[in-house]
């Protein structure tokens, strides 16, 4: 992948806020999911769950998942997909806590409820557009 098609990738991802989470059913279906965006370190991209909600076990029964970021309004988007973790551990909780979760986790970052979605990403495709060079880039990529 190009240095410029990885930062134009970046960028999305950074301004996008959310994501489409999609997770595998019990009988095999895709089920899809929006949800915060809590940031990203190389190929790992981080969300906030409740414990006991119906996704969180999805991905405890099949860790299987795609990611999908997108710019609506400009038409771009960024498909990962790759295997999601269940984290629950306080360090992984206090890295993505922001300020006003407390409306999810009443309890705070110590909430019995919270927890972390990790996703390791193994491949994408993204569709990009380049407004300077009236270009659109879709690219299928390994990480």
Not at 127 to 141: G, P, R, T
């Amino acid at each position: 992948m190009e240095d410029r098609t990885r930062k134009m990738m970046d960028e999305l991802i950074e301004r996008s806020g959310n994501a489409y989470v999609c997770s595998v059913d019990e009988a095999g279906y895709p089920l899809v999911k929006c949800m915060f965006a809590r940031g990203k370190s190389g190929n790992r991209f981080y969300f906030s769950s409740n414990l006991s909600s119906r996704r969180t076990g999805q991905f405890l029964r099949n860790p299987k998942s795609s990611v999908y970021f997108c710019d609506e309004a400009n038409f771009q988007a960024v498909l990962l997909s790759g295997e999601m973790e269940v984290l629950t551990d306080l360090d992984h909780r206090r890295m993505i806590w922001r300020e006003g979760d407390e409306q999810y986790y009443p309890a705070g970052v110590e909430d019995a409820d919270y927890c972390v979605l990790r996703l390791t990403a193994r491949r994408g495709r993204c569709y990009l557009f380049h407004a300077q060079e009236n270009q659109v880039i879709m690219e299928d990529f390994e990480l």
